[in-house]
C-alpha cells in the first residue's frame, strides 16, 4: 500500500531515511512511504547529516506520440477529458485550466481534482461522467492512472489518450500515451491546439445533461423524510460549506453519496478513501489537512463502520496540541 517501508535501526540513519522517503514519496508517481523510527532510536543523539540528500526524481519524458494525439483531439467530435488528483499534486491546475479554457473541451473531474473547475462552468460535466464516457470518440485521461476505475483504459470505441508523469502506469491499458511533468505537458498541447475541439451539440447535451442531475440531486438533498436519507445529510451540509472548506469522507454508501451531491470549489479539498476504499483514513486525512491549511474549515464525514476504525484517533487529533501548548509552557 505504501511506495517503500522502511525502518530506522540505527540511530544515524533517521536523517537520511526521512530524507528518503520523503524524496520516494515526491517522486513519480507520488503515493505514501512509510517510515519506522523506534522510540529509542528517535531519542539517541546523532551526528548531523552533512552528506548530499536524497533527491526527487523527474519524470521521464516522452512525446513520441504528442503529433499522434494532437491530431486525434483536432479530428474529435465528442472529446471529453478526465482530470485526475496528480493534476493537483503536480501542481498543474493552472495550465489545465488554460488549456480547458482554450479547446473548450468537457472535463469529469476525480479525486482531488476534484474542484479543478467551478460547478458553474458548464464545461464541468462530472455528473453526466456515465453517458459522457459512453458516448465520447475521444477520452483524455490525464493525471491519473488507467487503472480498474477507470476500466483499464477500455472506453468502448472511443480512442484515448493518456497523459502522464509516470511511464510505468497500467501496462494493460491501450492508449496513445505521452509522459512527462504534468504542468510542461499541458502547456505543450495547448501551443500545439489553435482553436475550440468538439462540436457544440456534444458540449450543450453534456451540459444539459449535467444541469438536470444536479436539479434532481437538489431535488432529493430537500426531501424529508423520517428515516434520513443520506441525502438530506448533505443537503444540510452543501450550504454551510466555503471555497476553502476541505471535506473529508471516510466510509461506505455514504460517503458515495457525498461522492455524488458535493461539487468541491478547489482542488485538493476532497478526500475519500481513494481506489482501494480502505476505511480509517478519515481521521489521519483530518489531522493531515489540518496541519497544511490551519485554520480553514474542515469537515469530516464517518459512516459507522468506518468510525469503528479510527474513533480513538480522536485523541490523536487532540493530543500534539496538548504537547505543544506543555512545550511552550
Ligand atoms: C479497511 C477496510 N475494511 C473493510 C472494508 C470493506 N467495506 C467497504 S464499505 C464497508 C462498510 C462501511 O460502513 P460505514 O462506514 O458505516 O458506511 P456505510 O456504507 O454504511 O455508509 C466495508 C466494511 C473496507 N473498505 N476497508
Redesign the pocket.
Request: aromatic share 6%; glycine share 10%; with cysteine.
Given at each position: 500500500m505504501t511506495k517503500s517501508a522502511v525502518t530506522a535501526h540505527d540511530c544515524e540513519q533517521v536523517g537520511n531515511l526521512t530524507e528518503a522517503a520523503f524524496a520516494t514519496a515526491m517522486s513519480p508517481h507520488q503515493g505514501p512511504t512509510f517510515l519506522d523510527i523506534p522510540m529509542d532510536k528517535l531519542f539517541t543523539p546523532a551526528p548531523i547529516l552533512t552528506e548530499p540528500l536524497a533527491s526527487i526524481t523527474k519524470p521521464q519524458s516522452d512525446l513520441t506520440q504528442l503529433d499522434l494525439a494532437i491530431d486525434m483531439i483536432c479530428a474529435a467530435q465528442r472529446p471529453v477529458i478526465i482530470a485526475g488528483g496528480d493534476i493537483w499534486q503536480n501542481q498543474a491546475e493552472l495550465q489545465f485550466r488554460a488549456l480547458v479554457a482554450q479547446i473548450g473541451i468537457p472535463v469529469i473531474v476525480n479525486g482531488m481534482a476534484r474542484g479543478i473547475l467551478n460547478p458553474a462552468n458548464p464545461l464541468l460535466v462530472t455528473p453526466a461522467r456515465s453517458y459522457a464516457l459512453k458516448n465520447a470518440d475521444l477520452v483524455i485521461v490525464a493525471g491519473t492512472p488507467l487503472d480498474f476505475r477507470l476500466g483499464y483504459g477500455d472506453f468502448g470505441d472511443a480512442q484515448v489518450i493518456f497523459i502522464s508523469d509516470d511511464p510505468r502506469t497500467s501496462p494493460l491499458a491501450q492508449a496513445v500515451r505521452i509522459t512527462g511533468d504534468l504542468p510542461d505537458l499541458l502547456s505543450t498541447i495547448a501551443t500545439c491546439l489553435s482553436k475550440p475541439v468538439g462540436t457544440q451539440s456534444w458540449k450543450d447535451d453534456l451540459a444539459q445533461r449535467s444541469s438536470a442531475v444536479r436539479l434532481s440531486n437538489s431535488e432529493l438533498m430537500a426531501t424529508r423524510q423520517e428515516m434520513i436519507h443520506?441525502a438530506q445529510i448533505y443537503g444540510e451540509l452543501i450550504p454551510r460549506l466555503t471555497e476553502s472548506t476541505i471535506t473529508i469522507g471516510?466510509?461506505?454508501?455514504?460517503?458515495?453519496?457525498a461522492g455524488k451531491f458535493i461539487e468541491p470549489q478547489q482542488p485538493g479539498r476532497w478526500l475519500d478513501?481513494g481506489p482501494?476504499?480502505?476505511?480509517?483514513t478519515g481521521m489521519g486525512y483530518a489531522l493531515g489537512a489540518g496541519e497544511s491549511f490551519p485554520g480553514d474549515p474542515l469537515v469530516l464525514l464517518?459512516?459507522?463502520?468506518?468510525?469503528?476504525?479510527s474513533l480513538m484517533d480522536v485523541d490523536s487529533l487532540v493530543t500534539p496540541c496538548s504537547v505543544h501548548n506543555y512545550c511552550r509552557q
Amino acid at each position: 500500500m505504501t511506495k517503500s517501508a522502511v525502518t530506522a535501526h540505527d540511530c544515524e540513519q533517521v536523517g537520511n531515511l526521512t530524507e528518503a522517503a520523503f524524496a520516494t514519496a515526491m517522486s513519480p508517481h507520488q503515493g505514501p512511504t512509510f517510515l519506522d523510527i523506534p522510540m529509542d532510536k528517535l531519542f539517541t543523539p546523532a551526528p548531523i547529516l552533512t552528506e548530499p540528500l536524497a533527491s526527487i526524481t523527474k519524470p521521464q519524458s516522452d512525446l513520441t506520440q504528442l503529433d499522434l494525439a494532437i491530431d486525434m483531439i483536432c479530428a474529435a467530435q465528442r472529446p471529453v477529458i478526465i482530470a485526475g488528483g496528480d493534476i493537483w499534486q503536480n501542481q498543474a491546475e493552472l495550465q489545465f485550466r488554460a488549456l480547458v479554457a482554450q479547446i473548450g473541451i468537457p472535463v469529469i473531474v476525480n479525486g482531488m481534482a476534484r474542484g479543478i473547475l467551478n460547478p458553474a462552468n458548464p464545461l464541468l460535466v462530472t455528473p453526466a461522467r456515465s453517458y459522457a464516457l459512453k458516448n465520447a470518440d475521444l477520452v483524455i485521461v490525464a493525471g491519473t492512472p488507467l487503472d480498474f476505475r477507470l476500466g483499464y483504459g477500455d472506453f468502448g470505441d472511443a480512442q484515448v489518450i493518456f497523459i502522464s508523469d509516470d511511464p510505468r502506469t497500467s501496462p494493460l491499458a491501450q492508449a496513445v500515451r505521452i509522459t512527462g511533468d504534468l504542468p510542461d505537458l499541458l502547456s505543450t498541447i495547448a501551443t500545439c491546439l489553435s482553436k475550440p475541439v468538439g462540436t457544440q451539440s456534444w458540449k450543450d447535451d453534456l451540459a444539459q445533461r449535467s444541469s438536470a442531475v444536479r436539479l434532481s440531486n437538489s431535488e432529493l438533498m430537500a426531501t424529508r423524510q423520517e428515516m434520513i436519507h443520506p441525502a438530506q445529510i448533505y443537503g444540510e451540509l452543501i450550504p454551510r460549506l466555503t471555497e476553502s472548506t476541505i471535506t473529508i469522507g471516510d466510509g461506505g454508501d455514504f460517503v458515495s453519496f457525498a461522492g455524488k451531491f458535493i461539487e468541491p470549489q478547489q482542488p485538493g479539498r476532497w478526500l475519500d478513501p481513494g481506489p482501494f476504499g480502505a476505511l480509517g483514513t478519515g481521521m489521519g486525512y483530518a489531522l493531515g489537512a489540518g496541519e497544511s491549511f490551519p485554520g480553514d474549515p474542515l469537515v469530516l464525514l464517518l459512516g459507522g463502520g468506518a468510525a469503528g476504525f479510527s474513533l480513538m484517533d480522536v485523541d490523536s487529533l487532540v493530543t500534539p496540541c496538548s504537547v505543544h501548548n506543555y512545550c511552550r509552557q
